[in-house]
Each structure stands twice: as structure tokens, then as C-alpha cells.
């Protein structure tokens, strides 16, 4: 008897068929749930941002009503970062550049 006969060939299929299907079906799946978070994820952010802004629209408005129109103009945030001078010492390049060479 041969190692595959037409009845062990057939079996053999069959089982390479299910497990064949078994991992389209599964990875089917995964990739609606992959989906399904996006989508998810993305309408939360939405949502957020429009709270948000119905949120500063209202407190520009009260502040409007308030009279105080000069804070209602202004962004929500406003930072000012000091910034650090410039030594001495780092604005002088002691060698001269290539391209000063080039172009003079």
C-alpha cells in the first residue's frame, strides 16, 4: 500500500484545507478589530477636540459678556521661554570657513 492513497490524499487535503480557512477567518477577524479600534480611537479624539472647543467658545463668550474683551481675543495658552545669549566667545569662528574662501 502507498503512502498516499486517493482516500489518505483527499484526508490530507481536507485537513490542509480547514486549517487553510481557519487562518483567513482568524486573521479576517483581527483585521476588523484592528479596524474597529481605529475607528474607535478616532472618534474619541473628535469628540475630545469638539468639547474642547465648544469649551473655549463658551468661556470666550462669558468672558464677552463679562467686558473683558482684550483676555477673550487671546489664545487659550500664551508662554514666553526666555532665550540664552550668545557668548562672546562662540560668535567668533577662529578658523575661516570653506565656503567664505569660495564666494570672496
Known amino acids: 500500500m502507498a503512502p498516499f492513497d486517493g482516500a489518505n490524499r483527499y484526508a490530507l487535503f481536507m485537513h490542509r484545507m480547514l486549517i487553510y480557512l481557519a487562518y483567513q477567518n482568524a486573521s479576517r477577524k483581527e483585521?476588523?478589530?484592528?479596524?474597529?479600534?481605529?475607528?474607535?480611537?478616532?472618534?474619541?479624539?473628535?469628540?475630545?477636540?469638539?468639547?474642547?472647543?465648544?469649551?473655549?467658545?463658551?468661556?470666550?463668550?462669558?468672558?464677552?459678556?463679562?467686558?473683558?474683551?482684550?483676555?477673550?481675543?487671546?489664545?487659550?495658552?500664551?508662554?514666553?521661554?526666555?532665550?540664552?545669549?550668545?557668548?562672546?566667545?562662540q560668535k567668533k569662528d577662529v578658523r575661516p570657513s570653506v565656503l567664505h574662501k569660495a564666494f570672496d
Open 31 to 89: 483585521k476588523m478589530r484592528n479596524e474597529i479600534a481605529q475607528e474607535k480611537r478616532e472618534n474619541q479624539a473628535f469628540i475630545a477636540k469638539a468639547e474642547r472647543s465648544k469649551m473655549i467658545e463658551s468661556i470666550q463668550k462669558r468672558r464677552e459678556e463679562k467686558g473683558e474683551k482684550e483676555h477673550a481675543k487671546q489664545s487659550p495658552v500664551q508662554r514666553h521661554i526666555p532665550q540664552k545669549r550668545v557668548l562672546e566667545s
